[in-house]
């Protein structure tokens, strides 16, 4: 996966380190255990509203860009803010971790700008985050292609999640009994939809195998279609919103 930059910065070519584990791998048991867990009847405790989309810069109070402009494109799919932004705060520990085990100190100001090997952790942060959703964008891109999906884009997917949510609450308001969370979280039912998303397109992969069993496409084989995928994505990068993002 060579990444380049677009729009405005001039022209740069870098190719990220490709980050091993955390939630984007899916494995099928795990996406089941995320479902199984979704389907069991609410609790309740009180609703929470989704997370928002755009957060904060750090500093000065001063206003997130819009959560809809893109940082980087996917085979010419945009990658928004928002979701960039949200994925990027989840994968915080991570990093935080990774860097800490070198004898870094977290809890240092500077910490997310420190130069380590070469490399800061904002920057190994920034990285990570867009090696997940490169693996997210080609899954989801080859699942429109499909006919799995319609409209994969971030501000669709937030309407969805309103949607979802407006109609578990009038549900609830009439004593019907729901399954999963009062309300969905923006993280929760992203991890959600994509493990959903994954599970028809492994099928769809395996039919177009041969296999009509209606079994889906096992780990091995699936990873290494999805390592292609992500290997031959063709990335830019929107310097003017990637380099502004923060840890913070």
């Given at each position: 996966?060579?990444?380049?930059?677009?729009?405005?910065?001039?022209?740069?070519?870098?190719?990220?380190r490709l980050a091993e584990g955390g939630w984007h791998q899916l494995q099928p048991l795990a996406a089941l255990a995320l479902l199984v867990a979704l389907l069991v009847p609410a609790a309740c405790s009180p609703p929470k509203p989704p997370a928002e989309a755009a957060v904060s810069e750090a500093g000065?109070?001063?206003?997130?860009?819009?959560?809809?402009?893109?940082?980087?494109w996917v085979n010419g799919e945009p990658v928004a803010y928002g979701e960039f932004r949200t994925r990027m705060l989840e994968l915080r520990g991570e990093v935080v971790a990774e860097t800490a085990k070198g004898g870094?100190?977290?809890?240092?100001?500077?910490?997310?700008?420190?130069?380590?090997g070469g490399r800061t952790p904002l920057g190994l942060l920034k990285e990570k985050t867009l090696d997940l959703l490169v693996r997210v964008k080609v899954q989801q891109i080859a699942a429109k292609e499909?006919?799995?999906?319609?409209?994969?884009?971030?501000?669709?997917?937030?309407?969805?999640?309103?949607?979802?949510?407006?109609?578990?609450?009038?549900?609830?308001?009439?004593?019907?009994?729901?399954?999963?969370?009062r309300q969905y979280s923006e993280q929760a039912y992203y991890r959600y939809t994509l493990a959903n998303l994954e599970l028809a397109l492994r099928q769809q992969l395996a039919e177009e195998e041969g296999d009509h069993s209606g079994k889906p496409l096992d780990d091995k084989r699936y990873?290494?279609?999805?390592?292609?995928?992500?290997?031959?994505?063709?990335?830019?990068?929107?310097?003017?919103m990637y380099d502004k993002l923060s840890a913070e």
């Open positions: 996966m060579t990444v380049r930059t677009k729009a405005r910065g001039g022209s740069r070519k870098f190719r990220p000065g109070g001063a206003a997130a860009p819009d959560p809809f402009t893109a940082v980087a870094t100190d977290p809890a240092a100001k500077s910490f997310w700008t420190s130069d380590i499909a006919g799995i999906a319609e409209d994969i884009g971030y501000e669709a997917f937030l309407s969805r999640l309103d949607a979802e949510n407006r109609t578990r609450s009038s549900r609830l308001r009439r004593g019907e009994v729901i399954y999963g969370p990873e290494s279609w999805l390592n292609r995928q992500a290997a031959n994505a063709v990335v830019q990068v929107n310097p003017s």
